[in-house]
């Protein structure tokens, strides 16, 4: 579970969600600029300032653990600059209008794909030091603050990787309510 929620992770700081370019956009709206790309760039970096902030805080790390801590937020601060970097390469495309084909296009993905899954590994090996530091309250605050992380990378939806952890992706599903005798 560890591996999966580190990955998942990741994968928010690395991936992240299109659909927030036009996500309050009404029909007919023209398309975003280089200038609401900037400004969407510098929200992202504030909320993961914060979110970064907010997990360290929380943690309320020790000397020790604090070793721990850089490697892991360079980690999550890359991976973040290599999806933004991602992200400004497909606008580029977009404006410039070049039609790949459906088999260049596929060919992309893989690429891009291959890229968030090394960004991945780099963040899974930055934090095992960092959890295994922890104590069990704070790796239960990580887990949990992590999840949240992850919803502001994705723009409030739940990560396809948080799936199938006890069938929701908060947690494991509610217990049942008992239904009401029906007269």
């Known amino acids: 579970m560890r591996k999966v929620l580190l990955g998942a992770l990741a994968a928010t ?3 992240g969600s299109l659909l927030a370019l036009n996500a309050f956009g009404a029909p007919g709206d023209a398309p975003p600029g280089p200038a609401d790309a ?4 510098e929200d992202h970096e504030a909320l993961l300032d914060a979110d970064l902030a907010g997990l360290k805080a929380a943690l309320k790390l020790t000397p020790d653990q604090e070793k721990n801590w850089g490697p892991f937020e360079d980690a999550v601060r890359n991976a973040a600059k290599a999806r933004q970097d ?6 580029e495309e977009m404006r410039a209008k ?3 084909s459906p088999i260049d296009r596929l060919d992309m993905v893989a690429t891009r794909l291959e890229d968030a899954a090394k960004q991945m590994h780099t963040i899974a090996a930055a934090a095992r030091p960092l959890f295994a530091s922890l104590d069990a309250a704070q790796q239960q605050r990580f887990v949990f603050l992590a999840r949240v992380m992850m919803e502001h990378g994705r723009g409030g939806m739940p990560h396809p990787m948080m799936m199938g952890m006890g ?3 908060w947690g494991p599903p509610p217990a049942e309510a008992p239904t009401p005798n029906a007269q």
């Open 98 to 100: 070049t039609m790949a």
């Open 13 to 15: 700081a690395v991936t």
């Open 167 to 169: 069938g929701a992706p």
């Open 86 to 91: 991602a992200m400004r390469e497909m606008r």
């Open 38 to 41: 900037q400004r969407m760039i």
